[in-house]
Structure formats: C-alpha cells, structure tokens
C-alpha cells in the first residue's frame, strides 16, 4: 500500500502557483519523496525527486520539510495544460523498492 | 529527449487468445517494469526485470503473464488467455543505473478484451 496521504482533489486558478501537499509521516531516512503527474490516461509523466532537501527544476519545485513528515509541490505558474492526477510517492533507496501509485491528487486549474 | 515508446496504443482482442505488448525503453536503462491500470482505478504494479530476469512480481502476474526482452532493444509482456479483466491500460517503464533514478513510462497500450 501507498505510504503517502494526499488530499482527493484540488483547484487552482490559471497563472497562480499550485501547491499540492502530501503527508508521509512515517517516511524513514533511506526514503525518497517522487511526484509524478498523470494527464487524462496518458503514462504517468516524472516531475520530480528528493530526499531531504528542496529540490528544483523547470517544471516545479519540491519542498520537504525538516523533520520529512511532509512535502509539498509547487507548480509556480499553473496553466490549464497541468489539470492531471499528482502522484506523491515515497520509496525506499534500494533496487528491491518499487514505485507504488496511490490514489493522488485530482488538480484542476481553472480559467 | 529520449523517452519509453509503446506499441500498439490500443489493442483489441477476444477472451482466450494471447497478446504480446511492446516497449522500447530508454536505451541506457538497466531496469524494465510493466504496470496496469484499469479504468477508474490505481496504476498498479505488474512486474520489474533486470539482467534477463524477473527481480519481482506481483499477485497479479499469475502463469498467464510472461515478460521478455528479445532482442537487447524490445521488452515485452505477453498474456497468454486474455479474459475480460485483463481490459486496462498497460504502462511500460524503465530506469537507469542508480537506486534513487526515476521511472519513466511510455504513454502506455490500452488493451480490450472482449
């Protein structure tokens, strides 16, 4: 099972930041924190990864907080083409560890 | 950039006759991975393969499913009796060398047995 809790859905409105949380209190150290997005029924698509520090790159920034209980995505400017299911994922730094997909989160962004 | 690429993108067949899906993964990836989902439902794992062999399965991946890598290139899933629930989107996915590198997924065969 999952080990991640996200919130069913979300609205966002165009050209503001989204920000989407998860909750993975019982994340432990060797763990990293994955986001994946799915559009329509496309492949889920890789946002984005990290273990302990924020992490950035050109489609959103990864915030972890101190103690790792939780993260939030940040999409800085949401636009209507982001409307997918977010996928919080934590998974154990180990070859044997594979991803498991958990409900997500539904995020609309509205015009 | 490189990306994992998915043949056919539907496939309709009748219960009882066999499929095979097709994926070419990325081309330094080490590790190959098959997962399902069906419609309204979780993206569930199938199945990883690494050095010509199966690393793990799932309760799903019963006798009826077999994977293969032919060629060096190919990595494929057969099912060898469809039946009706095995209707779904199937998603193959690679990574590279390194325990904390991401999947990446092809944009996946949506499968209808009827």
């Known amino acids: 099972d999952a080990k991640t809790t996200q919130p069913p859905s979300m609205d966002c409105a165009e050209g503001r930041a989204a920000n989407l949380p998860c909750n993975h209190s019982?994340?432990?150290?060797?763990?990293?924190v994955y986001w994946y997005r799915q559009i329509h029924s496309q492949g889920p698509q890789y946002i984005i990864h990290?273990?302990?520090n924020n992490e950035t790159n050109e489609m959103a920034s990864l915030i972890i907080t101190e103690d790792r209980k939780s993260s939030t995505l940040i999409l800085p400017h949401a636009t209507l083409r982001d409307t997918a299911v977010y996928y919080c994922?934590?998974?154990?730094?180990?070859?044997?560890?594979?991803?498991?997909f958990g409900p997500g989160t539904r995020l609309s962004v509205l015009p | 950039e490189p990306e994992v690429t998915q043949t056919p993108s539907h496939q309709v067949t009748q219960m009882g006759q066999e499929v095979i899906l097709r994926c070419v993964p990325i081309?330094?990836?080490?590790?190959f991975y098959w997962y399902r989902q069906i419609l309204g439902q979780k993206v569930e794992f199938l199945v990883s393969?690494?050095?010509?062999?199966?690393?793990?399965k799932s309760e799903i991946f019963d006798d009826q499913f077999s994977v293969e890598r032919p060629d060096g290139s190919n990595f494929t899933l057969k099912i060898r009796s469809t039946k009706l629930e095995d209707s779904a989107m199937y998603f193959c996915?690679?990574?590279?060398?390194?325990?904390?590198?991401?999947?990446?997924f092809g944009n996946g065969t949506r499968l209808t047995v009827t």
């Open positions: 393969f690494y050095n010509n062999e199966i690393s793990e």
């Open positions: 990290g273990l302990k």
């Open positions: 019982t994340i432990s150290g060797n763990e990293y």
């Open positions: 996915a690679s990574k590279k060398k390194g325990t904390n590198s991401p999947l990446h």
């Open positions: 994922i934590v998974r154990a730094d180990n070859y044997g560890q594979n991803f498991v």
């Open positions: 081309s330094n990836h080490l590790y």
